[in-house]
């Protein structure tokens, strides 16, 4: 099975960027939905970004303007650009699947948004 593996979150100040990757160690966005998914304390796992193998790409409303994700096939890697960040976003990150089918779940990429 093909193994993810995210890396990039962090502390920042509100109103700061960071760039998340996830590295796939398989082709899985040429035959696979991926997204970024997210989980704050004491809440359920929400799919914030996702990317369609046609390159179709959708936002949940409270990300839309601020994040961007990306793919790059040629490394097998998936990115979440993300500005303006808030406290609000804290929370830990993973890619996966958007969709049915998802893989085993990484460690995720911690990103605090705090001042």
């Known amino acids: 099975q093909v193994q993810l593996v995210e890396s990039g979150g962090g502390l920042v100040q509100p109103g700061g960027s960071l760039r998340l990757s996830c590295a796939a160690s398989?082709?899985?966005?040429?035959?696979?939905?991926m997204g970024w998914y997210r989980q704050a304390p004491g809440k359920q796992r929400q799919l914030v970004a996702a990317i369609t193998v046609g390159g179709s790409i959708s936002y949940v409303d409270s990300v839309k303007g601020r994040f961007t994700i990306s793919r790059d096939f040629a490394k097998n890697t998936l990115y979440l650009q993300m500005n303006s960040l808030k406290p609000e976003d804290t929370a830990v990150y993973y890619c996966?699947?958007?969709?049915?089918?998802?893989?085993?779940w990484g460690q995720g990429t911690q990103v605090t948004v705090s001042s």
């Open positions: 398989g082709s899985i966005f040429s035959i696979k939905a």
């Open positions: 996966n699947v958007a969709g049915p089918g998802t893989l085993d």
